[in-house]
């Protein structure tokens, strides 16, 4: 829990929630307390992962996602943004893609122990694309089985909702997907690129073969 002390915005988005969690409870409004605890809670599993695999995330890491569950199922969910501004949704998919094609790319680096010699920066890149994309479609196969099984509107206009979520999750994954390119290839060191670097430098023992 160390790294999670230094950042402001991660108790200020726990105040938050258990500040709405109580007024909730108070109130008798017992899915807006369900949803602010499910928020916290999912916000300290990250934790207990490291924890298991014996590695450490930068802060960055930490504050972008607990910010992105508390977008989602907090203010999504309690407050409709989904509902009241369009662009949420888009904001969201791209910005949980582009996340997840940094995490596909950190993946591949741990297999080849920070190797970067060991594959083409381009076949790496098209690799951290492919899994931000799968986790994107299945998750589009989880609101389709959802809305299928206990008749919710996870997909809102259907087929239409879906291609364009899956648009803007290619976005995000090529954004994602270049950023690891840069990385590799020594051009870039700030944004989505310096996550990388600094996933990298708290755990040189798993990326032996770094250089």
């Known amino acids: ?43 300290l599993l990250p934790e207990v992962v490291v924890r298991r695999f014996n590695v450490r995330l930068p802060v960055s890491f930490y504050i972008a996602i607990t910010l992105f569950l508390f977008a989602t199922l907090f203010l999504g969910e309690v407050f409709d943004f989904y509902e009241r501004y ?49 986790i994107g479609a299945l998750w589009e196969v989880f609101e389709f089985a959802m809305d299928q099984s ?21 976005i995000g994954a090529t954004a994602g997907a270049t950023a690891g390119f840069l990385y590799l290839k020594g051009r870039e060191r700030r944004g989505a690129s310096r996550l990388i670097g600094e996933f990298v430098n708290l755990n ?4 032996r073969k770094f250089r």
């Open 1 to 43: 829990m160390k790294l999670r002390h230094h950042s402001k915005i991660i108790y200020a988005v726990w105040a938050i929630l258990l500040v709405a969690c109580a007024m909730a409870l108070w109130n008798g409004r017992w899915s807006v307390a369900f949803v602010s605890i499910a928020t916290l809670g999912l916000s």
């Open 86 to 134: 369009w662009w949420w949704d888009v904001l969201l998919h791209g910005g949980s893609a582009m996340g997840f094609g940094l995490l596909g790319l950190i993946f591949v680096l741990l297999l080849f122990e920070g190797d970067r010699y060991a594959a083409p920066p381009l076949a790496l890149a098209i690799i951290a694309f492919s899994v931000a994309m799968t």
């Open 150 to 170: 206990f008749g919710m509107n996870m997909q809102k206009s259907g087929l239409v909702d879906t291609m364009w979520d899956l648009i803007v999750d290619a």
């Open 204 to 207: 040189r023992r798993l990326f």
